[in-house]
């Protein structure tokens, strides 16, 4: 396939701003998780309090922490790079591809899925109470979605680029506009339900605007302008439209603007991508130097073990710092609990540098892409096993993600038999295809 030729050709092969990017908004995801997961102890029980319910005026907050709109961006502009570096437009380079980009993700998270259900397992065989073991895979499961919508746009992205070469800026609009639609229909007669359909526009419109800024078509007056109009409509929506203030869910919301994502959720989006992609030229001169290439580059190498991971140190530290008295639980909202939210983070923050530091040792086992297998299958078959096997893994990762690692204090055995068919369904590929290499 023959890339779209690029009017910032003096730009560098890797955009270093776009890396940053990356990192900070799983950091930023990570901070806010941390956050938010206010965990309790009171007579003997474990429990969780939410402050975006007791304390209204924090769902503002979540204007600066719901930056994953900013990564599924970035994601697009790596992936159509990556794309370009295809030596040919040929069926078995596509499949070559998408097994590779799945595979990298997949792999990660099998361990992690592996390692948490062998724990709950072990929890369960000793008498641990279900409904502990409940909180818990709740609260190691809840940001897998993100993986599960990753894994869609992935795999479409080869007719992502065909529809980005022949049509340009407007695949994002009309992607935009079925967002708009879909929520019109779908908050307008009551059947919520419909409004499922974003998960795909919203998200895919997003990761459609990466595409469009490696392209070469997202310039600084477009930008900035769709930025403005954006920031304008942002606080109509929320406060005369049907959209709550907080871009996460929040209990008793009879609309949310994360789960589906909503055109409240895309108009933050629009205001996050324009302006940080106008910065990236300046940036770009900036982190050119010194060691910012070596600090970013570490960090984008640990990025998907810092959001598979993130949530097991609260676990831990959990377990350990309120039956022993080591974390104060003062009233909620009160100075004393934030200078305990600001603890809350600092130790989490130590234990998760331990657990990173260990999770690198082991990398051959924790980071390691999923396998492939040859098997006598003609290409037309494994292909379609591919799609099948991603979609079958992204079901069961959002699965889990609703319902948690154990549900009703067990584990999700059709989730889980769901995932591991469909990674065994992604690993397969023909026998007569190289293996595809890691210049991608």
């Known amino acids: 396939m023959t890339p779209m030729a690029d009017p910032r050709a003096s730009s560098p092969p890797r955009e270093i701003a776009l890396d940053l990017y990356r990192s900070s908004a799983v950091v930023l995801v990570v901070i806010g998780h941390w956050l938010l997961s206010v965990m309790t102890y009171r007579d003997g029980a474990f429990g969780r309090d939410n402050p975006l319910v007791l304390m209204p ?10 930056v994953v709109p900013v990564f599924f961006a970035v994601a697009g502009y790596a992936s159509a790079v990556s794309w370009s570096r295809l030596g040919a437009d040929a069926a078995a380079s596509r499949q070559q591809w998408i097994r590779h980009r799945v595979g990298r993700t997949l792999g990660p998270t099998a361990v992690y899925a592996v390692f948490v259900l062998a724990v709950i397992g072990a929890l369960l065989l000793a008498g641990i109470d279900g409904s502990v073991l409940e909180l818990g895979g709740w609260a190691v499961a809840m940001h897998l979605w993100f993986l599960a919508v990753y894994l869609m746009v992935v795999a479409l992205t080869p007719l992502a680029l065909a529809a980005h070469r022949r049509w340009g800026l407007a695949v994002p609009a009309v992607l935009g506009m079925c967002v708009v639609l879909v929520d019109a229909v779908g908050i307008g007669t009551g059947y919520t339900e419909i409004r499922m359909a974003n998960y795909f526009f919203c998200w895919a419109a997003i990761y459609q605007l990466g595409i469009a800024w490696q392209g070469g078509l997202l310039r600084t007056r477009v930008l900035v302008s769709t930025a403005g109009v954006a920031a304008v409509a942002l606080p109509f929506l929320v406060t005369w439209g049907p959209y709550p203030i907080a871009m996460i869910g929040v209990p008793g919301d009879r609309v949310e603007n994360s789960a589906p994502p909503s055109v409240a959720l895309l108009a933050l989006a629009t205001v996050q991508i324009g302006v940080l992609f106008a910065l990236i030229p300046v940036l770009n001169r900036v982190l050119a130097r010194g060691r910012w290439p070596r600090v970013i580059s570490i960090a984008n190498n640990n990025v998907l073990a810092l959001y598979l991971w993130h949530m097991m140190p609260v676990i831990v530290v959990t ?11 003062p009233p909620l909202g009160s100075g004393a609990w934030w200078l305990a939210r600001l603890e809350w983070e600092l130790v989490l923050a130590v234990v998760t540098v331990a657990l990173l530091s260990l999770l690198f040792w082991q990398r051959r086992l924790f980071a390691a892409p999923l396998p492939s297998v040859a098997v006598p299958l003609p290409g037309v078959v494994t292909a379609a096993l591919l799609y099948l096997g991603t979609a079958g893994c992204a079901l069961s990762l959002a699965l889990i993600s609703a319902g948690g690692f154990a549900p009703d204090g067990r584990p999700p055995l059709t989730a889980v038999l769901l995932f591991a068919a469909g990674a065994l369904f992604v690993a397969l590929r023909p026998r007569d295809t190289s293996q595809y290499t890691s210049r991608t």
Do not use: A, E
Request: charged fraction near 0%; avoid cysteine; glycine fraction near 10%.
């Open 319 to 329: 377990l350990v710092g309120y039956p022993t008295g080591l974390l104060p639980q």
């Open 57 to 66: 005026w924090t769902q503002w907050i979540t204007w600066f922490f719901q």
